[in-house]
Nanobody, 124 residues
Framework: QVQLVESGGGLVQAGDSLRLSCVAS????????IGWFRQAPGKEREFVAA???????VYSDSVKGRFTISRDNARNTVYLQMNNLKPEDTAVYYC??????????????????WGQGTQVTVSS
């Protein structure tokens, strides 16, 4: 099973940018669709973006135009570039791996491997 480790979270001000990284090990990232999800306190896990094995990107409406997902298969890494951050983006961000054709549906149930998460806090 692929292992995933996220990094890059932190405390920033509204309008700032962050880049999250998700590094895959045990199996190459190119074998998987990779998604980013987030979970704020007291809320359900929410789909943010996904990047298919063929590098097709899907975004939630809440981040479209501000976030960009990309991958570097040579480094087994998927990135989430987050620009113009807002306080409502505050959450723990998780990356996850999928081999399902429904990876872009937004449902966490189509993802089988998860990282431990990285905290993003945006102050107003």
């Amino acid at each position: 099973q692929v292992q995933l480790v996220e990094s890059g979270g932190g405390l920033v001000q509204a309008g700032d940018s962050l880049r999250l990284s998700c590094v895959a090990s045990e199996y190459p990232s190119r074998n998987y669709h990779i998604g980013w999800f987030r979970q704020a306190p007291g809320k359900e896990r929410e789909f943010v973006a996904a990047n298919s094995r063929s590098q097709f990107a899907v975004y939630s409406d809440s981040v479209k135009g501000r976030f960009t997902i990309s991958r570097d298969n040579a480094r087994n890494t998927v990135y989430l570039q987050m620009n113009n951050l807002k306080p409502e983006d505050t959450a723990v961000y998780y990356c996850a791996a999928s081999t399902s054709v429904a990876y872009g549906s937004g449902s966490p149930s189509h993802y089988t491997s998860w990282g431990q998460g990285t905290q993003v806090t945006v102050s107003s």
